[in-house]
């Protein structure tokens, strides 16, 4: 059974820190493209950071320069680091894993962690 679990997800002010964490368990971490999307309230879900197999990360345009996505293979967790939080950041944080199987692109997702910032 696969889960990603989020945690870290709070209330802060603008200007803030935050770090994300996403534990991930029944799958092979290593193999899987990592991803962090969110999704406010009455807004589509967008990608906010990617980090592949082999470390290759990439960003949304707005988040670029503020947020750091980075993976622990070891601990199969990924995370995402964000610094100078803006109340447009406040959304559903959710975890994403991504592989191909057998030819088959597989996706899973975490329940969702919520961030907050207030102006």
Do not use: H
């Not at 406010?40 to 670029?64: C, F, H, M, P």
């Not at 980075?70 to 109340?87: E, F, G, I, W």
């Amino acid at each position: 059974q696969v889960q990603l679990v989020e945690s870290g997800g709070d209330l802060v002010q603008a200007g803030g820190s935050l770090r994300l964490s996403c534990a991930a368990s029944g799958i092979i971490f290593s193999l899987n493209t990592m991803g962090w999307y969110r999704q406010a309230s009455g807004k589509q879900r967008e990608l906010v950071a990617v980090i592949t197999s082999g470390d290759t990360s990439n960003y949304a345009d707005s988040v670029r320069g503020r947020f750091t996505i980075s993976r622990d293979n070891a601990k199969n967790t990924v995370y995402l680091q964000m610094n100078s939080l803006k109340p447009e950041d406040t959304a559903v944080y959710y975890c994403n894993a991504q592989s191909v199987y057998r030819g088959s692109l597989r996706i899973y997702w975490g329940q969702g962690t919520q961030v907050t910032v207030s102006s």
